[in-house]
């Protein structure tokens, strides 16, 4: 039987924190640019709104899709930061 000569990785919490805090960054670039669509959405539908005299209702639900979106990548992006502090605190 032929073994294996290749070492096998360890990671240890430094590692996973590095980890959490990269998710952490790019959660919060996502959300900024989510953010961002939303301020050019509200801006360019009020312009729709006025000239095709559409009710506040007809895109409530892209609205809160925009909510939902901002409210999830901002829990992840909790958590990613408290995972990274807890790891850091380990290491």
Same mark, same amino acid.
Do not use: W
């Given at each position: 039987m032929?073994?294996?000569?290749?070492?096998v990785k360890s990671y240890?919490?430094?590692?996973?924190?590095?980890?959490f805090s990269?998710?952490?960054e790019q959660s919060i670039k996502?959300?900024?640019? +989510?953010?961002s669509m939303s301020c050019v959405y509200d801006s360019q539908i009020s312009l729709i709104? %006025?000239?095709?005299?559409l009710p506040d209702l007809a895109l409530h639900d892209v609205e809160g899709l925009f909510d939902i979106t901002k409210t999830m +990548?901002?829990?992840?992006?909790?958590?990613?930061?408290?995972?990274?502090?807890?790891?850091? %605190?380990?290491?």
């Amino acid at each position: 039987m032929k073994q294996s000569t290749e070492q096998v990785k360890s990671y240890d919490a430094l590692d996973v924190a590095e980890g959490f805090s990269l998710a952490y960054e790019q959660s919060i670039k996502l959300l900024i640019m +989510i953010r961002s669509m939303s301020c050019v959405y509200d801006s360019q539908i009020s312009l729709i709104r %006025n000239v095709y005299n559409l009710p506040d209702l007809a895109l409530h639900d892209v609205e809160g899709l925009f909510d939902i979106t901002k409210t999830m +990548i901002h829990d992840f992006a909790q958590y990613s930061k408290s995972q990274h502090e807890l790891y850091i %605190n380990q290491a």
